[in-house]
């Protein structure tokens, strides 16, 4: 069983049977046939729809293509991932960190991101002198710096907030 996603939120059951094919629990009734490079024909109900396959990121399981020149992106889960989100173990209900806190008092010595910059995690992000050695804090996931609550020369107490996503 895979789910297909579209960007506007339609989604669809696919189901794979040996000799068929289920869509929404229907059977799949398309004629489809290759034209070339990643480029299909399709007849759905009398009508004719030629589909490119533009992009295709296998990791993320997200596809892009051309139908009749207008593109639609679609993301699909397999069973695998349908199972994560039941048993709620998905990415996308990953709990997010929303600040970056002091670990230790000190004093800050450099500021390394600016509102509105986009950083990776791991990235550098502040350096902090704590009992006279300097530490560089680093972003812990992915996001885009939304304010920062101190500044250059500040000392700052453990656990108080410096960067907010």
Not at 2 to 18: M, S
Not at 77 to 95: E, H, P, R, T
Not at 124 to 153: C, R, T, Y
């Amino acid at each position: 069983m895979l789910q297909v996603k579209t960007a506007n939120d339609k989604t669809w059951q696919v189901d794979i049977q040996k000799d068929a094919i289920l869509l929404n629990n229907s059977p799949f009734n398309w004629d489809i046939a290759p034209l070339g490079n990643n480029t299909y024909h399709i007849i759905h109900n009398y009508k004719s729809y030629t589909a490119e396959l533009v992009q295709a990121d296998y990791q993320a399981k997200t596809f892009t293509f051309k139908i009749n020149g207008t593109t639609h992106t679609v993301s699909v889960k397999d069973q695998f991932d349908l199972l994560l989100d039941k048993l709620g173990m998905s990415n996308a209900n990953a709990q997010k960190v929303n600040d970056v806190k002091a670990p230790m008092p000190g004093l800050i010595l450099d500021i390394k991101v600016q509102p509105g910059q986009e950083v990776k995690k791991g990235d550098p992000i502040m350096i902090l002198e704590a009992m006279k050695m300097e530490n560089i804090l680093k972003s812990p996931g992915d996001g885009v710096v939304k304010e920062i609550k101190v500044a250059v020369k500040q000392n700052v107490e453990k656990g108080q907030v410096l960067i907010l996503f």
